[in-house]
């Protein structure tokens, strides 16, 4: 097994002081240490922003895309070699913007990919724009784009689309976090983790402290994640403008689902398989 | 020397689609070559359609002239192809009364026609000999009786049509096939068995029985038609291409027997006319060649699983058109940033936009030269007949992962749907290399593995991830060695410079240009694609003429052949680009890359495929 | 002096920006030619940014070679910028620890000027701001003013901490170079009303003078100022500023907006514009007027995504599927990107077709400083859509009536008993799905018909600096060279060759500003017979003389190239122009 900090790489971290994203980085690195893999039998397939740099951090494969594609590009990973460990990383720009049909089509897939989502609530690299996530009433240094409508919630669209493992970590708190995601890790379909981060350069309402005040965890209320209408009503809490409505943490629902890469596929790496010419022998006697 | 044309139109839903390549595959079988074209309109039901089968007993490479014998399932279809039939041919049409009638008559000028109904035995005397003869066949209402359902009277049309090709000596012996094993009506008759067998005896029996009412309507009634006739006659030569045979198939399937054929294991798609047959054929093979199909939420997604599954080591491919590639133009510069080999077939139509979905041209070859942000070396094939789109394609594959970057097959709709008769594939002549020499990091360092080494090719080392010990870092951003990515300004030189260097030596990769039927002549014409065959057949027309005139065909264009296209074009008093687009792109090209100045353009762009002989006059007027 | 070439370096949000625009703008004000670039990193915070702030009596557009004066927020950033100091320059730094012996260091106590002036760390580039002016020999007048306009909605005493912080820096530095003051700007020798504007706001600046209604976008650099600005001033300038969930959706969008009657624009970079193509396509063929702002940063892919570049030359002119007509604009610096955002919307409407203006970073993060007089001249182009409608009869509208010029009667939807279509398959003069050979052949020609007239609306290019030839033409024609370029790099050209020229050498520059159409005619023309041809480009194959072969059968005797994600500088394209020229002509 890995040690911890065998999941650690040369390049240099260029995140802010503070930001969410090291909570994530090293919630990801306990879970990948508790689950026993090895580095190399891991890929992390990175979106673009901040938080896809999670892949040049985290000491495993990687394979560092395009924005608003790691899914595409994981699933393409999955498809190709089931026997990979396949993490998606990626902001809540990347993949509830730009990628956001990609993501309710995973949903529909159940791969057997984990995804976890850096949801701050706004666009940190390209310097504060309102993001799919920010709430209404977040207004964004000069910007008001975005903040008339309400918020994408991903829990809600993955209930919608039948995910089969949806779930919310809170940056803040790392050993939860690091558990959901041993969870994600064991859980055979999309083991999707909305993670609430605060970005301590443009969301100035969202803050750590904003969080760390309502997130609570469903596990402690009881929550049978199994009950698809409980499930429901826990995604919809969510605090308005002024109210102090709790953040539920936790896994809201899962089911078992068979993972796509097992429906109706070779079933294997067809990264491995010899060519075989007779396939195409007999492929062109049918053209006779 | 045989070259007719058969054509089969109708509705969009009345089975034109399926006669025309029943009826292709027959006369293959019965020894012939054949080009086949369809003609269809961007909709599932109604409409026109029609598909022109060129049958010839040489090699044929192009869309066929007018029609010596055509099967009009509907009414429009005579009115649209009257002026489209040879003098003299035949129209079999859907109907009742009067069994016979002639061109010129609105059809349900009973009168008149009834007046006018002749033998075509008469045919060529008398002033109305360009008309074509019409026999009413009630395809739909013979596949009611015999086949319980209308759907068949495609099957009852085809009946019919071959009909004309026997002789016409008695309505006795024409009950009969004379030779029952050669003649391409008992050819038919097998290919329906083998074709239906899996759907039971009793669909089989009532398909025959189709044909066979079909066939006897037109025997009844004497007729028959010289040029069609011929094929019945001449079907016991000995047109056999060598030992392997032929295969009769699209542009798309040759192009998907390619991918298989170098050990394609991934593809990813969206359907999108007319690439859409490439992807439902791999589909159906993903079991038995151990591939995987996935069809993506929309272009993007192809191309970025195709990349996500070239990274984990799939030779993998996706195909689309115009529209399509547009989306898919920034995952082709992802490829190339990340240096993963992907094949892209697009498969053109008239643009831009929606355009015809259905319709040819080849007005994308700029695009593809130079789409997505910076510059990074790629690979360009637009393979000019079906067995070049299959070595094309193998190249494609091959190349691709030997210099890892990406490769176009510039295909369209002309090469994509038109069924082709090749000699069968010479497997013995396709390559499928390995694409990693795993063996030789048994045992190396951990994490000692650099995805980007430099090397005096530009091409690293690949590896899959998942070896153990070794990490496999890939990524669209700036890198260094490793695969991390930097700013660094001297490691972003060095990287371009690793990357772009690989030209050199993908040119020298490449398989020069066809020159058809020698290198020099007075006039060269010059073109890609699917332009080949009309270009080969006007040049053979000039030729017979004594016009000094030799075609130079492209399929392997980028990286472009310069040195090799200044030399063959420098003896040639002058140079004609013959392409299917407006702009003239190859002749832009041709300037950019040598700084030769096609004298004169032939450009189409109608949506059509060109015709070699109206382009042999066009040739001949700017020579 | 007549110049001063100062560097500020600090980390990503130590305030850099508002360093170098502070002090650009007072230097402005004080009747300077300024030039500021902005070297920026990918990422929030930390890492090793900077800028150059070019100071001249002259017209500046280009970096200039050494720098005098190197402030840096960070001491350990001094180290990296030695080599591009000038000998007798002035380091102000927190400390003077580690520098070379020789250069002369002062020691000045930023972060303590900003914690005790300004009661925030962050106010030590404001202590830059005065520091920096002390240096230059300017007096920190109407500090006040400036830090108001950028700070005034931070309310409270944001601005007076700032200028008692500029103020305590200035002070410093006067008290510690008493003695000398080496790099003292003589006064200024012409007077103007210049703005000091980054290429970025003014093409915003320029498409709101044109008229622009709609401006979408999805972040990324180096497009994101563009949409910034325009959000900035959406209210007052009656636009609508809309953030859409990725690129395709910001096209797409535009389109409708352009098709329902609203000047509309784009603004995307690199992958962006890679998404776009699609939608640009649509544009081509709904004939619907689109403008599009494409930044050019390196790639292929993410590439960098804070540098520059201008390898999307040739992807710009071919992007999209199919054939159809567009414009490519190619402006050189604020000044003429103001302009070129009015030209692409009275072309784009004029001929409704996309056009589409390619800038890179460099151009668009650059502040420039611009005669205001140069850009109040500007017209917004009057709209072509049809106003006089009484003359079509009820729903008789045919928006894509075939005309000799292709350019067919515009009306929008909305119009009072007509119909308007826009339609993506090939289509007839009514707007309606066709699939007839004959059809398609008038609605292509009709389209490409469209180019000639684009032609003709551009300026064409001409040769700047013109050799002057003597009377006697003693001057041998064919030993002239002609240097070619394209958007950003003209300032550093223009520079290269008036060096060249001072050292005898006869050179010229042109400098296309529009790229496509490609001005073919006018470009054989200036080069006539014999004049040798080379280009200057910031792209790894020489698109610009692939161009120019294609298009004029001229071959280039060679190109100076540069392709690491920063901008050429004037020294290395006269040495470049220097290897070229010599190596023929010698």
Redesign the interface.
């Known amino acids: 097994m890995a040690e911890d900090k065998a999941w650690s ?3 240099e971290i ?4 503070g930001c969410g994203n090291f909570g994530i980085l090293a919630a990801l690195r306990q879970a990948l240490a508790a689950a026993g893999l ?4 891991v ?1 992390v ?1 990175g979106g ?1 922003g ?1 938080s896809g ?1 999670v ?2 951090y985290i ?11 790691a ?11 089931p ?2 460990k396949v993490i998606v990383v990626g902001g809540d ?1 990347d993949l509830y ?6 993501l ?2 995973a949903f529909r897939r159940n791969p057997d990919i984990v995804c976890l989502a850096h949801n701050n609530g706004v ?5 504060g ?2 993001a ?1 996530t920010s709430s209404p009433g977040f207004a964004p240094k ?5 903040t008339h409508i309400p918020a994408f919630n991903p829990l809600a669209a993955g209930l919608a689309m039948g995910g089969s493992f949806i779930a919310r970590g809170f940056a803040g708190d790392i050993k939860h976090l690091a558990r959901l995601i041993g969870e994600a890790f064991e859980h055979k379909g999309f083991g999707f983790i909305d993670i609430l981060q605060p970005c301590v ?1 443009y969301n100035h309402v969202n803050t750590a402290e904003w969080y760390r005040k309502r997130v609570y965890d469903l596990e402690l209320e009881s929550h049978n994640p199994l009950d698809a209408d409980a499930a429901r009503a826990r995604i919809l809490e969510w605090p308005a403008e002024g109210d102090d409505v709790e953040i539920p943490i936790g896994v809201f629902y899962r089911s078992r689902r068979p993972a796509y890469e097992t429906c ?3 079933g294997q ?5 010899e ?3 007779d ?6 006697e049918e ?2 | 020397m045989t070259d007719i044309t058969l054509a089969i139109a109708g509705q969009a839903g009345q089975g034109v689609d399926t006669a025309s390549e029943l009826l292709a595959r027959t006369l293959v079988r019965s020894g012939y070559h054949i080009f086949s074209y369809p003609n269809v309109m961007s909709r599932i039901r109604g409409g026109h359609n029609f598909t022109a089968v060129r049958v010839s007993d040489r090699q044929v490479y192009s869309t066929p002239g007018k029609f010596n014998a055509l099967l009009a399932m509907d009414e429009l279809s005579v009115r649209e192809h009257r002026a489209d039939m040879v003098e003299g041919g035949t129209m079999i049409a859907e109907g009742r009364m009067p069994s016979i009638e002639h061109h010129g008559q609105s059809s349900n000028d009973e009168a008149r026609m009834t007046i006018e109904t002749r033998n075509s035995n008469d045919r060529g005397r008398g002033e109305r000999a360009d008309r074509p003869t019409i026999l009413r066949v009630p395809m739909a209402e013979i596949a009611g009786k015999h086949g319980g359902s209308k759907t068949m009277a495609n099957v009852v049309g085809l009946g019919a049509l071959l009909a004309l090709t026997e002789s016409g000596d008695s309505p006795r012996s024409r009950g009969r096939d004379r030779n029952p094993v050669q003649s391409p009506f008992s050819k038919l008759r097998n290919l329906l068995k083998e074709r239906f067998a899996s759907k039971g005896e009793e669909v089989v029996r009532q398909n025959l029985a189709c044909l066979k009412a079909g066939a006897d309507h037109i025997r009844e009634r004497r007729v028959t038609n010289v040029e069609c006739r011929m094929l019945g006659q001449s079907a016991t030569g000995n047109r056999q291409s060598g030992k392997r045979g032929r295969l009769l198939l699209t542009g798309n399937h040759a192009i998907a027997l390619g991918a298989l054929a170098s050990g394609v294991r991934f593809h990813a798609g969206y359907p999108m006319s007319p690439s859409t047959p490439i992807m439902e054929y791999l589909a159906a093979k993903q079991a038995e060649a151990g591939l995987v199909m996935e069809q993506a939420e929309d272009e993007i997604a192809a191309i970025i699983m195709v990349i996500g599954a070239a990274y984990a080591g799939a030779r993998a491919m996706t195909a689309t058109s115009g529209g399509g590639f547009s989306l898919m133009v920034e995952g082709l510069g992802m490829a190339a940033m990340a240096e993963l080999p992907v094949v892209v077939v697009l498969a053109m139509r008239a643009g831009p936009a929606t355009g015809f979905p259905t319709r040819t041209e080849q007005g994308e070859l700029l695009f593809v030269t130079s789409a997505s942000q910076d510059e990074f070396p790629r690979f360009v094939f637009a393979p000019g007949t079906a067995e070049e789109a299959f070595c094309a394609t193998n190249r494609a594959f091959e190349l691709a992962a030997r210099f890892q970057v990406p490769a176009v097959v510039l295909s369209d709709q002309l090469l994509s749907d038109s069924l082709w008769t090749v000699p069968s594939f010479n497997l013995a002549r396709t390559r499928v290399s390995s694409d990693f020499d795993e063996s030789a990091w048994q045992g190396r360092p951990a994490n000692s593995y650099r995805r980007y080494a430099i090397t005096a090719s530009g091409v690293s080392p690949r590896l899959r991830p998942g070896f153990r010990g070794q990490l496999v870092r890939s990524l669209g951003s700036e890198h260094d060695e490793d695969g991390f990515q930097t700013e660094d300004k001297a490691v972003r030189v060095k990287m371009h410079e690793k990357r772009m260097s690989k030209l050199e030596a993908m040119a020298g990769a490449m398989e020069a240009p066809t020159c058809y039927p020698e290198e020099t002549a007075d006039v060269a014409v010059v073109c890609f694609g699917s332009t080949y065959g009309a270009a080969r057949e006007a040049v053979d027309i000039l030729r017979s003429e004594r016009v000094s005139v030799a075609m130079v065909h492209l399929c392997d264009l980028i990286p472009f052949p310069r040195e090799r296209m200044t030399a063959l074009l420098a003896p040639a008093r002058k140079v004609i680009t013959v392409e299917g687009n407006s702009t003239g792109q190859l002749a832009a090209l041709l300037r950019r890359e040598t700084g030769i100045k096609a004298d004169a353009q032939v450009l189409k762009y109608d949506g059509r495929p060109f015709e070699a002989a109206s382009l042999a006059e066009e040739i001949r007027r700017k020579c | 002096m007549n110049e001063v070439n100062l560097v500020i370096a600090g980390r990503a949000g130590q305030g850099l920006q508002v360093i170098s625009r502070t002090l650009g703008r007072m230097l402005v004000r004080a009747g300077y030619h300024v030039f500021i670039s902005q070297d920026v990193m990918s990422r929030i915070r930390g890492g090793h940014n900077f800028a150059r702030v070019r100071v001249r009596t002259e017209p500046v557009a280009a970096d200039g070679d050494k720098a005098q004066v190197l402030v840096a927020l960070d001491p350990a950033l001094v180290a990296r910028h030695l080599p591009g100091l000038a000998e007798d320059a002035v380091v102000v730094a927190d400390t003077a620890d580690g520098l070379p012996e020789g250069l002369s260091a002062t020691r000045l106590p930023l972060a303590d000027i900003a914690r005790e002036h300004g009661k925030d760390p962050v106010m030590a580039n404001a202590a830059a701001v005065g520091a920096a002016l002390a240096l230059v020999g300017l007096e920190p007048v109407g500090l006040d003013e400036m830090f108001e306009s950028q700070f005034a909605r931070k309310g409270g005493d944001v601005v007076k901490r700032n200028v008692a912080a500029a103020e305590a820096g200035f002070r410093a530095i006067m008290e510690e170079q008493q003695r000398s003051c080496p790099h003292r700007l003589l006064p200024p020798t012409t007077q103007g009303d210049r703005l000091l504007i980054s290429g970025a706001e003014a093409l915003a600046l320029g498409a709101i003078a044109a008229g622009v209604r709609v401006v979408t976008g999805y972040p990324m650099s180096p497009a994101t100022p563009i949409v910034e600005y325009c959000f900035r001033h959406a209210r007052e300038a009656g636009l609508i500023v809309e953030q859409t969930e990725d690129e395709v959706s910001a096209a797409n969008l535009a389109i409708g907006s352009a098709f329902a009657g609203a000047r509309a624009m784009v603004c995307t970079a690199g992958g962006g514009f890679c998404l776009v193509n699609e939608a640009l396509s649509l544009a081509g063929m709904t004939e619907v007027p689109l403008v599009l702002c494409v930044g050019m940063r390196p790639g292929p892919a993410t590439g960098m995504a804070t540098r520059t570049e201008q390898a999307d030359l040739l992807f710009s002119i071919y992007s999209g599927h199919g054939e159809f007509p567009r414009a490519v604009l190619t402006p050189a610096d604020a000044a003429q990107a103001f302009h070129a955002a009015r030209d692409a919307f009275g072309i784009a409407e004029k001929y409704q077709t996309p056009v589409i203006i390619l800038f890179d970073q460099f151009m668009a993060d650059a502040l420039w400083a611009v005669e205001r007089s140069s850009l109040m001249s500007v017209v917004s182009s009057p709209s072509s859509v049809v106003s006089n409608t009484a003359a079509i009869k009820p729903y008789s509208y045919r928006r894509y009536e075939v005309t000799e010029n292709g350019v067919s009667p515009m009306l929008v939807p909305g119009t009072p008993e007509q119909l308007v279509y826009a339609d993506s398959d090939e289509h007839t003069e009514e707007g309606h799905i066709t699939e007839s050979a004959a059809m398609r052949v008038l609605m292509v020609n009709k389209r490409n018909a469209k180019l000639s007239g684009i032609m003709q609306e551009l300026e064409g290019p001409k040769v700047e600096a013109e050799v002057e030839v003597e009377a006697e033409a003693e001057v041998e024609a064919e030993k002239e060279t002609l240097v070619f370029c394209f958007g950003s790099t003209r300032g550093v050209v223009a520079e290269a060759t008036a060096r060249l020229r001072g050292k005898g050498h006869e050179v010229a520059m042109v400098h296309l500003k529009c790229v496509w159409p490609f001005p073919a005619e006018a470009v054989s023309g200036l080069v006539g017979k014999g004049r040798k041809v080379v280009t200057v480009e910031q792209n790894y194959s020489g698109q610009l003389a692939q161009l120019l072969l294609q298009e004029c059968g001229l071959r280039v005797a060679g190109t100076v190239r540069q392709y690491d994600g920063r901008q050429l500088a004037v020294a290395e394209v006269e040495v470049g122009l220097e290897e070229l020229i010599g190596a023929k002509s010698g």
């Not at chain 1, 899914?71 to 070699?81: E, F, Q, S, T, Y």
């Not at chain 1, 000069?142 to 975005?146: K, M, Q, T």
């Not at chain 1, 790496?269 to 398989?273: D, E």
């Not at chain 1, 396939?279 to 062109?284: D, Q």
């Open positions: 790489t040369s390049a260029t995140w802010c002081p090895e580095p190399w039998q890929v397939v673009i901040q740099k892949a040049q000491g495993a494969n990687f394979l560092h895309g395009l924005h608003g594609r899914i595409p590009h994981a699933l393409g990973v999955k498809l190709a070699n026997e990979l720009g913007g730009e990628g956001g049909n990609h309710l089509h666009y940190g690299l390209t310097k724009q309102a799919p000069n910007r008001e784009a975005g350069t109706g596929r070779p790496a067809v990264t491995r398989l060519f075989d010419i396939v195409v022998k007999k492929a062109m053209f006779r």
